[in-house]
């Protein structure tokens, strides 16, 4: 039987920017590093994700997957982010996030993924005690 924490659902913002906080160029990503592919699909994989226009039923947590525009929408009902660090500055980027969208935000965990990328995991400040920290991490729901 799952644990509980589970079923609780919350809205969590997935993202990678380079040391600029560029996230886009030209409609695409400007980087292709498979281990921050991989972590993607496996933590979004089973969710619900928010994305243009598209929003599927609002069930386990809800991934916002981008882009900028819609990270923007999002952010007052984001309670978590996932922000991967591309170790690059991507010249001529076009697409940002806002320089503040960690405000308010504080890092419970960081993770290392191959090809040198480590992602931070952010949550509201004071919004749950240490203890509940580890069991609210959304894992992925393969198979
Ligand atoms: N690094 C990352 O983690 C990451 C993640 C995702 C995307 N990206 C990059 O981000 C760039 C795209 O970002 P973007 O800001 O140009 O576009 P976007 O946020 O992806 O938005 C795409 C479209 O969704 C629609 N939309 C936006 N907000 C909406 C809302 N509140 N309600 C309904 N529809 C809404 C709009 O369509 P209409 O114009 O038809 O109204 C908009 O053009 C690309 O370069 C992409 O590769 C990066």
């Given amino acids: 039987m799952k644990p509980e924490t589970n079923l609780i659902m919350s809205i ?23 281990a921050d592919m991989k972590f993607f699909k496996e933590t979004t994989l089973g969710n619900a994700v928010v994305m243009g226009r598209v929003a599927r039923s609002l069930t386990r947590h809800t991934f916002v997957i981008g882009g900028a525009k819609i990270y923007e929408s999002f952010q007052p009902h ?27 935000f504080e890092m419970y965990e960081l993770r290392q993924l191959d090809d040198g990328l480590r992602v931070k995991f952010y949550e509201r400040e004071g919004s749950l005690p240490n203890s509940r920290r580890s069991t609210m991490y959304p894992k992925h729901h393969a198979g």
């Fill in 12 to 34: 969590i913002g997935i993202v990678a920017i380079d040391q600029n906080l560029a996230i886009g160029k030209g409609g695409k990503l400007p980087w292709h590093y498979s």
């Fill in 78 to 104: 984001i309670d978590k982010w996932i922000v991967t660090e591309i170790p690059l500055v991507v010249a001529g980027a076009d697409t940002f996030m806002p320089a503040n969208f960690l405000e308010g």
